[in-house]
């Protein structure tokens, strides 16, 4: 089924005070070169921020993450895209936290890599969540005072590795960087030197300005996040039009209670 349908559906039941089961409902809890910092991350500061598809956690809710992570990783793979957006209609919805699991899960895949960038350059999060103070961050890279090398650290937990080029300093220029060539540069630059990794993008909201709509013809598919409650059925359908031309590999509903007994994704295919 149309993921948007489906979403829209979900999200109508949810409102008309249906209970809908969600990917989870968990508690508050690469292979880089030698010139990459290298950060270990605490599993206790992880789950806090809710990130736990570690591996470290017996139980529910990483295998949501795993579930995800496969079919995304199928649909991805069947078209040859490597760049996945992560955004969501509206803020708070759960964009960071989704992208930090799935790239987690990605990673511990033995065969498989990942670059998690923190594209959400008003407001910055993924180190945070992660545990990390960023040396660099992707602002300086696009003002060029330092190279991508520089600012991309490997974030390691256990024998589970990614790489990841954080943020850090809000940005009050981030529509303009975003529809800029300077943006544009960069993101072929991460093409080629990061080419057998899959890229995760944490990304703004889609409607709260112009950022999301002008970085989406760069990304290769689109990872939507809807949250119970605070996404409504006319947020789905603005996103809708400016989804036109970038697929949406999966919708993931966000933040029911009731997912971790259920075991439930709400996504389908776009
Ligand atoms: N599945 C979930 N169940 C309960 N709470 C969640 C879930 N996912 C995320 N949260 C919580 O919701 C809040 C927002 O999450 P997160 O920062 O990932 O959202 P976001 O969409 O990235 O927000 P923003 O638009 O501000 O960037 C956080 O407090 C997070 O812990
Ligand atoms: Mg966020």
Known sequence: MDSIKHAVELARSAEQGARIVQPHSVGPQGNASDAIREIRLNSAHLEKNRIVAHGGISGQPGRYYDMLRTQVLQEMDKKGWQFLAVTSPTPGCGKTVTACNLAMSIARLPERSVLLVDLDLRKPTLATYLGFKPEHDIIDVLEG??????????????????????????????????????????????????????????????????????????????????????????????????????????????????????????????
Not at 152 to 173: C, D, F, R
Not at 222 to 246: F, M, N, P
């Open 145 to 270: 005072q330092d190279a991508l090398a520089s600012a991309v650290v490997e974030a390691a937990i256990g024998p589970t590795k990614m790489l990841v080029l954080p943020g850090s300093t809000t940005s009050h220029n981030s529509s303009e960087w975003m529809a800029s060539q300077t943006m544009a540069t960069l993101l072929e630059r991460i093409k080629r030197d990061f080419r057998s990794r899959t890229v995760i993008f944490d990304l703004p909201p889609m409607l709260l300005g112009d950022d999301v709509i002008s970085i989406l013809p760069r990304m290769d598919a689109v990872l939507l996040i809807a949250a119970v409650g605070s996404t409504s059925v006319a947020d789905i359908k603005e996103c809708q039009k400016h989804l036109q031309r970038t697929p949406v590999v999966r919708v993931v509903v966000n933040k029911t209670a009731g997912a971790a007994e259920e075991g439930f994704y709400g996504y389908g295919y776009y």
